[in-house]
């Protein structure tokens, strides 16, 4: 066997360690007892150290330089194996694998101690946890090495070539459009009826959620559906991406578009050629493309009229309270821009905002120009600025997300990085199938999944995102299409238009 063989091989195991360590942290959030979290987060840190461990050392070294030698004027995917092991052998190299161990172990217990904070409204409780994280995120970006800030150190990790300049721009971009885009929305728009008041039983969410996966051509064969306090989708392995969802009785429309969104991320892992699996290839090309697919069925598709016209039936038969309501009063409904707290309930013209917010204070948090224990009140200000609202509690404020008590910074830009890019695809899309919106309206979606498994899903991590996106769309990232977007629906509902 040739030296791409060994490296082969040799990653194979680091990835068996990862669907280990996948199934320990599902377990951690769906089904695990309370007494069981001391225990877990030491299983969690030896595993992760173990693949880590392998990933720096110096037999991957040797490897990779036999390798990259051999890699030349072989194929793409062989040529991206070696791109990719080196990035991380590179990256990861200078931290101790001690220091890494105890990061885990306390990103570990951090989000449980979250999890009950985030129950109580309770800052004060997260708050050395959360101290205790930062701290480490900060040293951690210090050991990789960085150049101009350590947020871009941290960054790469989620978006390889993304750089906090660059999302200060697009960012920034983007809310000198939006906001005043809110204004004229709220001030001479016709704001959309929301659904009639009601109670919606859990049972029947789970079953229509069910219903709304199986559309779209998520496979339960290779797959599952369970509840969490906050939506995820984990991949064990090839065969096995679950997705996990929470649900509210007052509404069944967040439960609805969190299946959807969850959906989408599970349909691009299930959609990864077989031969990348084990390889390190078998994942999204970025965060921001992982979450365009999933922007991609919760928005794009979800959100349409066309979606609505069949899947109006489907909730009418559930909850007859609604029987009345027709096709467009649903897509109005699920379309309403309003300035809320919660970034995962927010409509598609406040939701970037909420990113905004986010990547400002994890910024300011990692440059070192904000302390942990002032998080809460400059949370509140800048939500107040933006949105022009202040959240009555830390549950439903700086406490709602989950991300930073695992040690995730860098990982918010994501979102918006999916959502312009789930517009980008969508454009591309409707230029090679014409007749998309029909096969939508008729809710066969095959010829919609085959494009994205053919264009994106396959391909896997083998494509750097900005490549990725210049081979299926034409160019690099860009704004502009999600802009036209969202501008031209929402002017619609509003009857702006
Ligand atoms: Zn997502």
């Known amino acids: 066997m040739g030296a791409l ?9 680091i990835g068996e360690l990862h669907g280990a ?22 299983v969690l840190g030896r595993l992760e150290r173990m693949a880590f461990e392998r990933t720096i050392s110096d037999r991957m070294g040797e490897l990779l330089a036999r390798a990259e030698a051999e890699a030349q004027g072989a194929s793409v995917v062989d040529q991206a194996l070696v791109r990719e092991w080196k990035r991380r052998y590179t990256r990861y190299k200078a931290v101790p694998p001690d220091f890494y161990q105890k990061f885990v172990e306390t990103c570990t217990r951090a989000e449980v101690v979250w999890e009950k904070a985030k129950a109580a409204s309770d800052f004060p409780m997260f708050r050395p946890h959360l101290a205790e994280v930062v701290d480490m995120v900060r040293e951690l970006a210090r050991f990789i090495g960085y150049k101009d800030s350590p947020y871009n150190a941290l960054v790469e990790e989620f978006e390889p070539g993304m750089t906090a300049d660059k999302l200060r721009q697009v960012l920034g971009g983007l809310r000198e459009e939006l906001v ?43 797959g599952r559906l369970d509840d969490s306090v906050h ?4 991949g064990i392995g090839p065969g096995d991406t679950r997705v996990t969802n929470r649900y509210r009785e007052d509404d069944p429309l967040p439960a609805l578009f969190g299946a959807l969104h969850e959906g989408g991320h599970a349909l691009y892992d299930q959609g990864i050629a077989p ?53 467009e009063d649903f897509w109005r409904a699920a379309n309403h821009a309003q300035p809320g707290f919660i970034r995962v309930d927010a ?27 002032d998080l809460p009140e400059q949370w509140n200000r800048a939500m107040k600025d933006y949105l022009g609202i202040v959240p009555p509690d830390d549950r439903r404020g700086v406490l709602q997300d989950v991300h930073w008590s695992g040690g ?5 830009p994501s979102y918006t990085l999916g959502n312009l890019y789930a517009a980008q695809f969508t454009h591309a899309a409707i230029q090679d199938i014409p007749e998309f919106w029909d096969l939508a309206i008729s809710s066969n979606f095959t010829p919609i999944l085959s494009w994205l498994r053919e264009k994106i899903h396959r391909h896997g ?12 769309t034409g160019q690099g990232l860009s704004p502009r299409p999600f802009l036209q977007y969202v501008k031209e629906k929402y002017r619609a509902v509003y009857d702006l238009a």
């Open 5 to 13: 063989g060994d490296l082969r091989e040799y990653v194979r195991e």
């Open 21 to 42: 360590t996948a199934l320990a942290a599902w377990d951690q959030r769906t089904h695990m007892p309370d007494k069981g979290a001391e225990a877990r987060a030491k």
């Open 180 to 222: 005043p885009f809110l204004k004229e929305l709220t001030d001479r728009g016709r704001p959309p009826e929301p659904l009639p008041p009601g109670k919606f039983p859990v049972e029947s969410q789970r079953a229509l959620c069910r219903e709304a996966l199986q559309a779209i051509g998520y496979d339960f064969a290779a």
């Open 231 to 234: 939506p995820f989708t984990i």
């Open 275 to 327: 031969e990348l699996a084990w390889s390190g290839l078998d994942g999204g090309a970025s965060f921001g493309i992982h979450e365009s697919q999933s922007r991609f069925w919760e928005n794009q598709i979800g959100r349409s009229l066309a979606f609505w016209r069949f899947f109006r039936s489907k909730v009418v038969r559930r909850f007859r309270s609604l029987a009345k309501l027709t096709a």
């Open 347 to 373: 409509d598609e013209v406040t939701y970037n905002l909420h990113i905004c917010l986010r990547f400002e204070l994890e910024l300011d948090l990692i440059e070192g120009r904000l302390k942990v224990e």
């Open 408 to 412: 995730s910074f860098g990982y918010f």
């Open 461 to 472: 991590r083998v494509y750097l995102p900005e490549d990725l996106a210049r081979a299926v």
